[in-house]
């Protein structure tokens, strides 16, 4: 019962808990969002964890912002703002829009996310503790802005065209 008598947990060497408790004893220079990077030292593959927190943090943020929509939508006094309010989606067709929501995020989303970061590497952005000045970042985030939404527009006209439109983006457009 000695276990229980111990008031901390420490965390072995070797885990995420573990890696952030050796990074804050030893590097009391770094903020708390550098000590959190500790991650990718525990991950051991950058493009691994890039991978998976970019992924879990799209859709976190993608479907989680719908669900005040969602609740929004089933309170009867809020029809009255409703733009087209005789254009309800049943139950089903949600479910069929979650379903290839999913369907392209599983095929669209995850292969451009694995493909940032070796781009990202390529031209030079770290992923490394400490992190660079606010200006690096926000010079970078602002390249990157640029960078994606031309990605997005050209890709996004070039489905408008012939097989790329009957066999994948028609459905975007239902």
Known sequence: MDVL??????????TFLGIYDELSKYNVHLNIFERLWSWYAYMQNDVLATGIMSFVMHEVF??????????IDQIPYFNK???QGNKIPTAAEQWTCTKLDLLSHYTVEIPQIYLFHPMTKYFGMG?????PSLFTIAYQVAIFFVLED????WMHRAMHY????KKIHKIHHQ
Do not use: C, E, M, Q
């Not at 992923?127 to 992190?131: E, K, R």
């Open 5 to 14: 008598s111990n008031a901390t947990i420490s965390a072995s060497p070797d």
């Open 62 to 71: 993608y479907f989680g912002r719908s669900l005040p929509w969602i609740i």
């Open 81 to 83: 703002y409703k733009i």
């Open 127 to 131: 992923t490394d503790v400490p992190f």
């Open 150 to 153: 031309t990605w997005h527009y």
């Open 162 to 165: 012939g097989w790329l439109y």
